[in-house]
């Protein structure tokens, strides 16, 4: 899903990719190829932002688990480094088209880190989750905020996974059997 915001600059001089690359690694790879895809062809620069958050840390800090402020910091320092090397992994891929200044690991919540990482893009990437029926067109708490309320465009991503049911839903529509299209895909 596309959404250009009237009165953004076009062609897009800087595009930002929010990436999760603890999340889907197909999705955040598909989000880099765009991005830079996009990037490469429009003449703009390239930013890619993760954030991330420790699961939990208030009630570390302040409930029964009673850590110091040294073990509470080394498992922060620790989660940090692991969000750390999943995105430069997936940076890494793409590094002609990158430096080190435009991947930013943003500690904090991913919804008020990305508006606000978008105010200085033209276009926010974004991931959105696969889910079908329904539910799929709830596209996700983080990427439905944002497409909300961005004061950027924004291309939002569903997962590879996503299209392949879609795709197979489709097939089965058109008189295949659920049997049928297990053998097909296998």
Same mark, same amino acid.
Not at 61 to 68: E, F, I, N, Q, V
Not at 147 to 169: E, G, I, T, W, Y
């Given at each position: 899903m596309w959404i250009d915001k009237p009165g953004k600059t076009i062609p897009y001089k800087r595009i930002g990719a929010a990436v999760d690359p603890l999340g889907d690694q197909s999705n955040s790879t598909k989000i880099m190829e765009l991005s830079t895809s996009l990037a490469a062809t429009e003449g703009a620069e390239l930013d890619v932002v993760h954030c991330w958050h420790l699961e939990g840390e208030s009630?570390?800090?302040? =409930? &029964?688990?009673?850590?110091? %402020?040294?073990?509470?910091? !080394?498992i922060l320092r620790r989660e940090q480094q692991?969000?750390?090397?999943?995105?430069?992994? !997936?940076?890494?891929?793409?590094?002609?088209?990158?430096? %080190?200044?435009?991947?930013?690991? /943003?500690?904090?919540?991913? *919804? +008020?880190?990305?508006? +606000?990482? =978008?105010k200085q893009s033209d276009?926010? $990437?974004?991931?959105? /989750?696969?889910? *079908? =029926?329904?539910?799929?067109?709830? /596209? =996700?708490n983080?990427?439905? +905020? $944002?497409?909300?309320?961005?004061?950027?465009? *924004? !291309?939002? $991503?569903?997962? *590879?996974?996503? &299209?392949? !049911?879609?795709?197979?839903?489709?097939?089965? /529509?058109?008189?295949?059997t659920h049997e049928q299209n297990r053998f097909r895909f296998q």
């Open positions: 009630m570390l800090r302040g =409930g &029964r688990a009673k850590l110091t %402020d040294t073990e509470l910091d !080394l692991k969000h750390a090397n999943q995105l430069n992994q !997936l940076t890494s891929r793409f590094s002609q088209h990158l430096n %080190d200044s435009n991947i930013h690991l /943003i500690k904090g919540n991913a *919804v +008020e880190n990305i508006l +606000e990482f =978008g276009l926010i $990437v974004i991931g959105t /989750i696969g889910r *079908v =029926g329904i539910p799929g067109f709830i /596209i =996700g983080t990427a439905e +905020e $944002v497409l909300q309320f961005a004061q950027s465009s *924004v !291309l939002a $991503v569903k997962p *590879v996974v996503f &299209r392949n !049911l879609c795709h197979l839903f489709m097939i089965t /529509i058109k008189g295949m």
